[in-house]
């Protein structure tokens, strides 16, 4: 069974660093591209980025380029998402999702992780 | 960049067909994917490739297109699909995956 299991739930001050994980299971980690979408309160859906765990391929929305850092440690099956200094603006549910072959739709998603920045 | 266009409403009465339309430019030579958002869950991917669906959902929900449209059709409509719908698209020209705005289905 394919699972994409994400870290918890995350409260953060404004300036801080934080990093999120998705752990992958029941596929090939290294064979489909993984993608992480934000969700803000009462909001629509947002791609944010994909990476390719088999070789690190990375590409990232134009609205997030910069804005975070998308990474993945095949060797346990781990996708990323990173912040050097989260916002207010930050605060969200952020869902990891994995890609189909060729048309790129989200077949699978996490459970999603709900990151809290306030003062 | 590229943009999916939806209706953020639509109602429809129990038992009765809801069709959600989500526009885009040339969106007929696009693969276009279908999400289903209860409240307080995560997505899930309803119709895939235009018109395919994933196991486990039901024959209710189908996909189609025509000229710029794609639509989502739900029969027999049921309480249990009172959901947010997202369409969603990947752009090769920009290598840019897009989503619609959503739209909220009431079942009156």
């Known amino acids: 069974e394919v699972q994409l299991v994400q870290s918890g739930a995350e409260v953060k001050k404004p300036g801080e660093s934080l990093k999120i994980s998705c752990k992958g299971s029941g596929y090939s980690f290294t064979s489909y591209w993984i993608g992480w979408v934000r969700q803000m309160p009462g909001k629509g859906l947002e791609w944010m980025g994909i990476i390719y765990p088999g070789d690190s391929d990375t590409r990232y929305s134009p609205s997030f380029q910069g804005q975070v850092t998308i990474s993945a440690d095949k060797s346990i099956s781990i996708a990323y998402l990173q912040w050097s200094s989260l916002k207010a603006s930050d605060t969200a549910m952020y869902y990891c999702?994995?890609?189909?072959?060729?048309?790129?739709?989200?077949?699978?998603w996490g459970q999603g992780t709900l990151v809290t920045v306030s003062s | 960049s590229y943009v999916l266009t939806q209706p953020p409403s639509v109602s429809v009465a129990p038992g009765q067909t809801a069709r959600i339309p989500c526009g885009g430019n040339n969106i007929g030579s696009k693969s276009v994917h279908w999400y289903q958002q209860k409240p307080g869950q995560a997505p899930v991917l309803v119709v895939y490739d235009d018109s395919d669906r994933p196991s486990g959902i039901p024959e209710r929900f189908s996909g189609s297109k025509s000229g710029n449209t794609a639509t989502l059709t739900i029969s027999r409509v049921e309480a249990g699909d009172e959901a947010d719908y997202y369409c969603q698209v990947w752009d090769s020209s920009s290598d840019h995956l897009v989503f619609g705005g959503g739209t909220k289905l009431t079942v009156l």
């Open positions: 999702v994995r890609l189909t072959d060729s048309t790129w739709g989200f077949d699978y």
